[in-house]
């Protein structure tokens, strides 16, 4: 069964970093997703990609977040300089238009 | 703006009994909704959806849930809990019709435990 894959599973980084987070979406999919979840708290939207540029963001994605699909298959989220509130699950997930998202099983940063 | 309650943070119930876990959503129309379920270490896999059409919905794992627009709610149900069902259950909802297909709302999630 096709699945959405995401690597590292865990990645520890100093404050002021940067980090890039990977993920595979599943290969028919159109729309490709970031989400967070903080430990303890809901998942949160990001940002949404779609037809090679971002088409939903929410007001969490700031200057410090990019996102890129540098090839045909790979779909990254860049934090520029990591902060310790940037510590938290990162989700990637992947849909066909208006149907439901699929989600990776999750990197784990965690910002010292 | 869209959101998702879930009153019931944690909920803990006898393996075989039947489980009922509560959603309430706010949206001007009718959204998408879904339910995931997050296993511990894992992602979330999504359960079961509610597009348009019937009101009850049938989902993988025996789950099912009812879509009630006069109540805005989508709980979720099982007849029988397995052991193996303990997990925490997330409730979402898609807006339609905009230009980021289903950018999903969650809510706060219900930490279920079974005992045995």
């Not at chain 2, 009153?7 to 075989?16: L, N």
Request: aromatic share 14%; glycine share 8%.
């Amino acid at each position: 069964e096709p699945e959405v894959t995401q690597t590292p599973s865990h990645q520890v980084t100093q404050m002021g970093q940067e980090v890039i987070l990977r993920c595979v979406p599943i290969s028919n999919h159109l729309y490709f997703y970031w989400y967070r979840q903080i430990l303890g708290q809901k998942v949160e939207f990001l940002v949404s990609f779609y037809n090679n540029e971002i088409s939903e963001k929410s007001e969490i994605f700031d200057d410090q977040f990019s996102v890129e699909r540098p090839d045909g298959s790979n779909f990254t989220l860049k934090i520029r300089s990591t902060k310790l509130e940037d510590s938290a699950m990162y989700f990637c997930a992947s849909s066909v238009l208006q149907l439901e998202a699929f989600f990776g099983q999750g990197t784990r940063l965690t910002v010292v | 703006a869209q959101s998702v309650t879930q009153p019931d943070i944690h909920i803990t119930v006898s393996e075989g009994a039947s489980l009922e876990l509560r959603c309430n959503y706010s949206y001007g129309a009718t959204p998408y909704l879904f339910w995931y379920v997050q296993s511990p270490g894992q992602g979330l896999q999504l359960l079961l959806k509610y597009f348009s059409g019937d009101t009850l919905v049938q989902g993988i794992k025996g789950f099912e849930a009812e879509f009630k627009r006069s109540q805005s709610s989508f709980n979720l149900r099982k007849p029988s809990v397995h052991w193996s069902d303990a997990a925490e259950y997330f409730c979402a909802v898609g807006a339609r019709g905009n230009n980021a297909g289903n950018m999903l709302t969650f809510g706060g999630g219900t930490r279920l435990m079974v005992k045995p």
